[in-house]
Structures are given as C-alpha cells and as structure tokens.
C-alpha cells in the first residue's frame, strides 16, 4: 500500500496549538518573528488586495465543546498577486478572535481597502494572523506595490537575514541583510518600503532600489 501523507490540522487544532506555544507570562500577548515584506510574499500561500464588507463571530470548528472562535471576515477581492492555484477568489477569511491568539482586526464597512497574505487552508478556508504582513493599501509604497506583481515572488530564491547588532555579515552569495532594526530601531523602515532582494544571473543576490530595474542598474546596500 502506498504512502499517503498525512491530513492538515482542523482550525480547532491550529487555534489549541496557539494556545499551548504560549510563553507563559504573556497571555495578552503575540510574538511574531520579524520578516521583510518579501520574505512575507515569498512564505505566505496567498497574497490579495481587498475590502473588508462585513465581520462575524463563528465557532472554530463544528465540535460543540471547543469553545475557541474566529472572527469571519467577508471581502470584496480587488486583485490577487498569489494564489492562484489554490484559490479562484477568495469571499471569506478568518482569524483567532484573541488578540493573544495573533487576532487581526480590519475595518469593515469602509472605504480601506488592505494588502492580505495569508495561508489556504485544505478545506480552500484563508487564514489570516498578525504574523502575516497586512497594511492598508494606501501605506505601502510604489515600490512595494509594483513588486507585489512580480519582483517578490519572483525572487523567493533570495534569503533576507535581520540584522539586529554588528557585526552582521553574510554567509552565504544568495543572502541580503536587513538592516532596518540595525539603522532606524524599527522593523519597516525604509529598506522595507524600497528594497527589493534581487537575483542576479550568477546566482547571488543584492539589494536594487528603484522601479522595474534592468540587471545593469541593480545595487548593493552597504552591509554593516
């Protein structure tokens, strides 16, 4: 008999995980590991921009003793940069009701619209925590808008490492160092919001800044 890999988790089993991963001491909050927007791109299943219509409050799963739930959120899809073999479009996503659980609370009934990564569920479900990278659409950039089309997700073979103190070096041809905690003491700075990590056709890859560059005009950012 062959080998057939195992069933995903249940949403009621994602959420209890969350739970038990817990520090303990920290039950209000959520802890997220940070990452450039691309690496964001590049980990998450599904990446959409949309508008959130309504909101609802549904059970976690169809077992009537777990008492875990999720926010349901309904949305209009503008565009879908990913996904696409996962999902046609999307109607509904979903995420913990805690804010300790890594919750994200959108604005319904508004104009925003919003930058969503997530991931697909089997059951074709998205799943959206604060862990993801969500930005109202009018916060991003002009870079990040342009390579939400094509430059992130093209570029997945590239590794992007967080500097937090020096020395902070490379250790391998393929890595960018982040150095926006480094520089500015915050996450999203501006390498975030105009650098792309860029493979060249060597292999290697470096920082480019600017719009839909050619390969001449790509262009290292000084490591620290």
Request: hydrophobic share 35%; charged share 20%; glycine share 4%.
């Amino acid at each position: 008999m062959g080998w057939s890999p195992p069933a995903p988790p249940s949403w009621a089993l994602l959420l209890r995980l969350l739970v038990l991963l817990q520090p303990w001491g920290l039950g209000e909050a959520c802890s997220c590991a940070p990452a450039h927007p691309q690496l964001h791109v590049c980990r998450s299943a599904l990446v959409i921009r949309a508008k959130i219509s309504s909101e609802k409050v549904v059970p976690a799963s169809e077992d009537p003793a777990d008492t875990q739930k999720m926010i349901r959120y309904e949305i209009k899809q503008i565009k879908m940069f990913k996904g696409f073999e996962k999902v046609k479009d999307v109607q509904y996503i979903y995420t913990p009701l805690d804010s300790s659980l890594c919750g994200v609370k959108l604005e319904a009934n508004s104009q925003r619209q919003y930058l969503l990564t997530g991931q697909v569920h089997s059951d074709g479900k998205v799943f959206i925590h604060l862990c993801n990278y969500i930005k109202p659409w009018e916060d991003l950039t002009l870079v990040q808008r342009e390579s939400l089309n094509h430059h992130y997700h093209l570029n997945c073979g590239c590794h992007i490492t967080t500097c937090y103190t020096v020395p902070c070096t490379i250790s391998a041809p393929n890595e960018c160092l982040w150095t926006d905690w480094l520089l500015e003491r915050k996450l999203y700075g501006y390498q975030a919001q105009h650098y792309v990590c860029m493979k060249h056709v060597d292999g290697t890859c470096s920082w480019y800044w600017g719009h839909l560059p050619p390969r001449k005009e790509y262009v290292d950012i000084i490591q620290p």
